[in-house]
């Protein structure tokens, strides 16, 4: 997937409204350290794949090119295929989000935060899966992709 691809999907502007619409902050000393880093990857990655991956046929249809379904078609395997291939690393990119929450919450950074520092973090990791399911839920049922 292109390395911009999961930027231009919004988790970053989400991450940012969720902090300020639930009137929390990730505490300074965790924010920037590689566990939230690579959540903060992993979600830009699963928003970035669902749209693509529900937007594959309409994007076909038009012509697009910018989906990474449709390119990955363009090498050989049908749509079908891609899109099943496509299913599995959606699958494993929500597995690695889901592992790398519990193992921020494993590190000495997170344990070291205090008392109102942690339900930060916690928040945080909340608002992202809950992200990543009002997305797909979003794709699955607005018929913007029939």
Not at 55 to 70: M, P, R
Not at 102 to 115: F, I, K, N, V
């Amino acid at each position: 997937m292109c390395a911009l691809r999961p930027i231009a999907g919004g988790a970053p502007v989400y991450l940012d409204l969720l902090e300020r619409g639930w009137h929390f902050g990730i505490p300074e000393s965790i924010q920037s350290t590689a566990p939230v880093n690579r959540l903060r990857e992993h979600l830009g990655d699963i928003v970035a794949q669902v749209n693509d991956a529900f937007s594959a046929k309409k994007e076909k249809e038009s012509g697009g090119f910018h989906d990474h379904v449709i390119i990955r078609e363009r090498s050989g395997p049908s749509l079908e295929e891609v899109l099943a291939r496509s299913r599995e690393q959606l699958h494993a990119a929500v597995r690695r989000f889901q592992d790398h929450a519990e193992l921020l919450q494993a590190t000495d950074e997170y344990r070291l935060l205090s008392d109102t520092g942690q339900p930060g973090v916690e928040y945080f990791i909340t608002g992202m899966g809950n992200w990543q399911r009002s997305n797909y839920d979003w794709h699955k049922e607005s018929g913007r992709y029939e």
